[in-house]
């Protein structure tokens, strides 16, 4: 099991929008972060549970983010229209589409996903596994 995964992203605002927006049919929520004396960050999680989390962060070196070639963050989805629901809000809310809702059965049986960038051009993933859920 994951504690956390990281993005990282230039306008923070703009990216909370996004992610509340996509995570929301999903079951996650925002979550204030205490300070550390790290860089700014954003933080959700799922229902009342402290970890997994998932942050977006402005990088702690001060440099613009960048985008991981080859990265992706996959979030599970409860149904096929949830991740429907996830992928039309982040749309919406300044993504890019990156591969339309629909089944792909050569990932698993019962595998429905979509995929979408953030405004940053992070790689995002939103997955109803019918095949390990059910």
Avoid at 46 to 61: K, S
Avoid at 111 to 129: E, M, Q, S, T, W
């Amino acid at each position: 099991m994951f504690s956390h995964v990281t993005v990282g992203a230039r306008d923070l605002e703009r990216a909370g929008h996004f992610y509340d927006a996509t995570l929301a049919p999903l079951g996650l929520k925002r979550r204030a972060v205490v300070p550390d004396g790290g860089p700014p960050a954003l933080c959700w999680v799922t229902g009342t549970t402290a970890l997994p989390r998932f942050y977006v962060y402005i990088p702690h070196n001060g440099e613009p983010s960048t985008v991981g070639n080859g990265s992706m963050v996959a979030f599970l989805a409860a149904s096929e229209q949830a991740v429907e629901a996830a992928y039309t809000a982040g749309l919406a809310s300044g993504g890019t589409d990156e591969g339309l809702p629909g089944p792909r059965p050569h990932y698993g049986d019962g595998y429905f996903g979509a995929y979408l960038r953030d405004p940053d051009g992070n790689k995002v993933h939103i997955v109803y596994r019918g095949d390990l859920q059910e």
